[in-house]
């Protein structure tokens, strides 16, 4: 029976009206919110509340009375424990309406922007079988056995997976039997409430035009002798190279940091090679296991395509790509430019923070990003594509952007998830580009920075495009577009 307290355990009948940005669904009673994950728009649901606050509260779905017509039944068994996805129980055309009506809340409540014009978004080439980069944290079992999964979403209670739908299913084949393996070798895994272990997290990187696979095993220690934290890694590591013929290296990264950081600064092959080959548009990249490179090759590419399109570049604009990474995006950008005529090492050694020597050039891309390893990626990536009009400085962004001797068209940012560093957005408004793309995983801080931008008067946003990088989940990815006044 529903009573009239609003109280914990209480259990109140509600009606789902939207979706949160963290992926629950969100109805009222008695005028107070109430938070329930596993819920989709439409549903009426009993809900037992779990937490009370005197505005809102968080309940879960204690009987489903009346199912939305956007629910669907989720593709994976453990969909309704497992933290990796949120969405599975939703239809795939609401997840998009959802994401596309999430950056416009944003936008209005946080950026104060009033009818920001926010396409559809766009949808990701496949809703499953997506990602080609997997972390799993690991644990071992009452029984001693090995497991490596996602966190029950709330909790750290890990649930073990042999195979998830998210992910590159050529991944599928490795997961079980490595975990199999891991168990024969008695590793130590690490235990993070008593900081005492080796074997962190088992990470799986894929080429999703090549098929090349990397394996990654995160170990709690500093750079020694692999053997003295492992014992039989060599062997067991060129083992899985014959044994698995997708797989082109094992390494193992080093984090001994008491954080939920999960790769450490340090990596070393222990057996094949170091990076895994990547085709994207149009282009040749390397890319090492601990480097950023997006998660949906694919969705990526149509992303890029966007961002060409809206450009409409002439041949000779100066781009400056921030946060640039393994140069994803302007060595894209880079293929459109006039390319110059010097040695392809003198380019690509180019790393300190001095830009004379380029401040005359009319046709070119500038990279800034703080990961050298990233960097050096970079270089690497635009040499093997024979790009010589792009040029990459390592260091934060806040501290080059203000040194550059050459005045950009256009500013490319695709920040963390924390947005930009304030005084990157003031130097924005004293260099003053033509345009500005900004890239963003987050809303929330894309509202907050573009709020900034906008209100001087220096800048109008143009136009918003959401799109999918993640199905089944919550997040969704955005290119907002801006032209100087």
Known sequence: MVTSFWQ?????????????????????????????????????????????????????????????????????????????????????????????????????????????????????????????????????????????????????????????????????????EIKQDITRRKWKIYDEHKRIGILRHLSLKIGEKTGEIILTLVVNGSEENPEKLLPGITVQAQK?????????????????????????????????????????????????????????????????????????????????????????????????????????NESLNIVTEDLSEIKLRKSMVIGLEVQGVAIEQAKFNAKINHLTNVHFYEGKVERLLPQLEVKPDIVLLDPPRKGCDRSVLETLLEILPERIVYISCKPATLARDLKFLCSTGKYCLNKVQPVDFFPQTAHVECAAFLIKL
């Open 8 to 176: 914990q355990g209480q259990l109140v009948e509600i009606t789902i009206t939207d979706l949160t940005d963290s992926g629950d669904g969100v109805g009222r009673y008695d005028e107070k919110v109430v938070f329930v994950p596993n819920t989709v728009s439409g549903d009426r649901l009993l809900a037992r509340l779990t937490r009370v606050k005197p505005k809102y509260a968080y309940g879960k779905m204690h009987q489903l009375l009346e199912g939305s017509e956007q629910r669907i039944k989720p593709y994976c068994i453990v969909a309704d424990k497992c933290g990796g996805c949120q969405w599975q129980h939703v239809g795939y055309e609401y997840q998009l309406q959802a994401k596309q009506n999430q950056v416009i809340q944003a936008l209005e409540r946080i950026g104060g922007l009033k009818l920001p014009e926010v396409d559809p978004t766009l949808a990701s080439v496949s809703t499953f079988g997506y990602r080609n980069k997997v972390t799993y944290p690991l644990s071992i079992s009452n029984e001693g056995e090995v497991k490596a999964g996602y966190y029950q979403k709330g909790s750290h209670k890990l649930i073990n997976l042999n195979q998830c739908p998210i992910q590159d299913q050529r991944f599928n084949p490795l997961l079980k």
């Open 240 to 344: 899985w190279l014959e044994d698995y013929s997708r797989l082109v290296g094992v390494c193992l990264n080093y984090n001994s940091k008491a954080t939920n950081t999960i790769f450490g600064q340090q990596t070393v092959c222990v057996a094949g090679r170091f990076y895994v080959r990547e085709k994207f548009s149009g282009l040749e990249f390397q890319l090492t296991p601990n480097t950023f490179f997006q998660v949906n090759t694919k969705t990526t590419e149509k992303l890029v395509e966007i961002v060409i399109q809206e450009l409409a570049l002439s041949n000779s604009e100066i781009i400056v790509d921030a946060y640039c990474g393994v140069g994803t995006f302007c060595l894209s950008l880079a293929k459109y430019l006039q390319q110059v005529d010097i040695n392809y």
